[in-house]
């Protein structure tokens, strides 16, 4: 009869709501844990394809070193304002016309550096620049370092590769012998009017989520 049906309890209903919550918590907890781990390795995937267009790349500008006046060109030295980062210039036939006007191809200055991230505090984005100042160039050995603000006008600079946490080189002249930097124009007989045999490039990069943790 309807006078001999019992309904819920207060403590039923707290129970039945506990054990809703409970379960909730529980896939609200897995569902936000699959999607961070989704993202994270989007952005890992987003890095790890940007660090091998920058490898790709800086290859062929390196295997496309040619000599100017029967010397090679190359200089590894700090950049004034680079963060203690390497600023290379090198000359090499690896030109990238961007467009109708510029030169299709050529020897020209191929210049890597590094500049601070304007809208990320604590990684850096490196750029990839080349032109034809011919101007500064065409006297000694001593002009082809691409110090001077002429000459960074002259070129056409993008980011290669942003995210950039750590950047380093090593040089290896033909006997093996390690170096932290290069200078064939003014550095020792060993590296004068030549580029170095092999360089070891380490790259680190730090997307948003990984500024503890660099790839």
């Known amino acids: 009869t309807m006078a001999g049906r019992r309904g819920f309890t207060l403590v039923e209903l707290l129970i039945a709501v506990m054990i809703l919550a409970m379960v909730l918590t529980t896939l609200y907890a897995a569902y936000t844990g ?18 091998r267009g920058m490898f790709l790349r800086l290859i062929r500008d390196l295997g496309g070193i040619v000599p100017y006046n029967g010397a090679m060109v190359f200089v590894a030295q700090p950049a004034e304002e680079g963060g203690g980062f390497l600023r290379l210039a090198f000359r ?100 004068r009017k030549r580029a170095p045999a092999m360089i070891q490039v380490t790259l680190d990069l730090a997307g948003p989520s990984r500024r503890e943790a660099p790839l």
């Open 34 to 51: 699959t999607f961070r781990t989704a993202l994270a390795t989007e952005e890992d995937d987003a890095l790890h394809g940007m660090a």
């Open 92 to 191: 090499s036939s690896a030109h990238l016309a961007f467009s109708p006007e510029d030169v299709a191809g050529g020897a020209a200055f191929i210049v890597y550096e590094v500049r601070p991230d304007k809208k990320n505090e604590g990684v850096f984005d490196l750029l990839r620049g080349d032109g034809f100042p011919e101007e500064k160039v065409s006297n000694a050995a001593g002009d082809l370092s691409l110090s001077g603000k002429e000459a960074e006008a002259a070129r056409s600079t993008f980011a290669l590769c942003t995210d950039v946490h750590a950047l380093t080189y090593t040089f290896y002249d033909d006997e093996g012998k390690e170096y932290e930097t290069w200078d064939s124009v003014n550095g020792p007989e060993i590296q």
